[in-house]
């Protein structure tokens, strides 16, 4: 089953950027479609190989900040290859 994964992190300290950083350095690492923008990083495959790497990710995210939020959203599909018809 694949799965699309949208996810912010959000440090609640001053110095946030070498954290969300290593985070989308480790995720574009793995061998999954990994997308990002502004706003947030988007994640593609297969369900388990993702949740797995963002099992891992997240626990080293949060050991590397002081305090801090994750928004995660979850779609039952792989979406990578979305365009919009507007």
């Known amino acids: 089953m694949n799965i699309s ?15 969300i950083i290593h985070f989308i350095k480790q995720l574009r690492a793995s061998n999954l479609n990994v997308l990002e923008n502004p706003l947030s990083t988007q994640v593609y495959g297969d369900y388990d190989e993702v949740m797995k790497l963002l099992t891992v990710e997240i626990k080293e995210a949060f050991q590397l900040i002081e305090n801090g939020l994750l928004h995660m959203k979850v779609v039952k599909s792989d979406r990578f290859e979305y365009e919009p018809h507007f």
């Open 5 to 19: 994964v949208e996810l912010t992190l959000s440090p609640l300290q001053d110095e946030y950027e070498p954290a």
